[in-house]
């Protein structure tokens, strides 16, 4: 059995139109402010949906934005080249290269799917929203006026001071401390092999040492001449000594 439904409150006859008159009583007495637009320009607030800002640089061209776009309003051409191995005896890679982002923002509903599901951070919210064309064929903006609203995107906002680094920071963090290792190596490297040059050119010097001789350096050795002797010392001849004639008969 269903149950009965409460009883309504009687509602006085009229009341919608008084609060109604209230309202319209209570703005007449205010002062009506205008927006000197465009001389001056609106306070948006820090998360408005202006316009979609392309960082190029972050795109892998993986079409993840193209295929989740509700509207199909994201266009993207690319081509395929091919890498030399980074290190010698390496395979070739291939990459894809970016050759047209352009978006039709007649057709765009904003909905921000397309920043969402962007796994590189390649598109951006920017506040700007002064674009409107006269004729409507010129409302679809290719990459490189993209590229100019991306430098017009706020800076994130700061994170609470107990929160964990991003997992990007702390990589873009990793690889340039590598290079700068690796170019630290480099500088000590060249360094190194400066030094080596430097000694490499330099004249080496005698064995035995810098000596000076004064006379002549034949009288230096022994020799016989007329069964005389001559000392290198003193210049006096000396007699030789007979031979043994042991040394005969032997």
């Given at each position: 059995?269903?149950?009965?439904?409460?009883?309504?409150?009687?509602?006085?006859?009229?009341?919608?139109?008084?609060?109604?008159?209230?309202?319209?009583?209570?703005?007449?007495?205010?002062?009506?402010?205008?927006?000197?637009?465009p001389d001056a320009q609106p306070e948006l607030p820090p998360r408005s949906r202006g316009v979609i800002g392309l960082f190029e640089e972050n795109c892998t061209v993986c079409m993840l934005c193209a295929r989740e776009c509700p509207d199909w309003c994201i266009y993207i051409?690319?081509?395929?080249?091919?890498?030399?191995?980074?290190?010698?005896?390496?395979?070739?890679?291939?990459?894809?290269?970016?050759?047209?982002?352009?978006?039709?923002?007649?057709?765009?509903?904003?909905?921000?799917?397309?920043?969402?599901?962007?796994?590189?951070?390649?598109l951006f919210w920017s506040p700007e929203f002064e674009y409107a064309e006269t004729d409507i064929h010129e409302l679809t903006h290719e990459r490189d006026k993209l590229r100019e609203w991306m430098w017009t995107v706020p800076a994130p906002p700061a994170l609470d001071p107990g929160a964990e680094e991003p997992k990007e920071l702390a990589a873009a963090r990793k690889t340039a401390d590598k290079l700068a290792a690796e170019a630290a190596t480099a500088a000590e490297a060249a360094e190194l092999a400066a030094r080596t040059?430097?000694?490499?050119?330099?004249?080496?010097?005698?064995?035995?040492?810098t000596t000076t001789t004064t006379g002549p350096t034949t009288a230096e050795t022994t020799g016989t001449t007329s069964g005389t002797t001559t000392d290198a010392t003193s210049g006096t001849p000396e007699p030789s000594k007979p031979s043994d004639p042991q040394d005969g008969a032997s």
């Amino acid at each position: 059995m269903a149950e009965p439904l409460p009883p309504t409150r009687s509602r006085i006859p009229g009341s919608g139109l008084a609060k109604g008159l209230a309202v319209t009583l209570r703005t007449m007495t205010k002062k009506t402010v205008t927006a000197q637009y465009p001389d001056a320009q609106p306070e948006l607030p820090p998360r408005s949906r202006g316009v979609i800002g392309l960082f190029e640089e972050n795109c892998t061209v993986c079409m993840l934005c193209a295929r989740e776009c509700p509207d199909w309003c994201i266009y993207i051409d690319s081509h395929k080249e091919t890498v030399p191995p980074a290190a010698p005896g390496g395979r070739e890679r291939s990459r894809n290269v970016l050759d047209r982002f352009a978006i039709d923002f007649s057709l765009c509903m904003y909905c921000g799917i397309c920043i969402e599901v962007c796994p590189f951070d390649a598109l951006f919210w920017s506040p700007e929203f002064e674009y409107a064309e006269t004729d409507i064929h010129e409302l679809t903006h290719e990459r490189d006026k993209l590229r100019e609203w991306m430098w017009t995107v706020p800076a994130p906002p700061a994170l609470d001071p107990g929160a964990e680094e991003p997992k990007e920071l702390a990589a873009a963090r990793k690889t340039a401390d590598k290079l700068a290792a690796e170019a630290a190596t480099a500088a000590e490297a060249a360094e190194l092999a400066a030094r080596t040059a430097e000694q490499a050119a330099q004249p080496e010097p005698p064995a035995g040492g810098t000596t000076t001789t004064t006379g002549p350096t034949t009288a230096e050795t022994t020799g016989t001449t007329s069964g005389t002797t001559t000392d290198a010392t003193s210049g006096t001849p000396e007699p030789s000594k007979p031979s043994d004639p042991q040394d005969g008969a032997s």
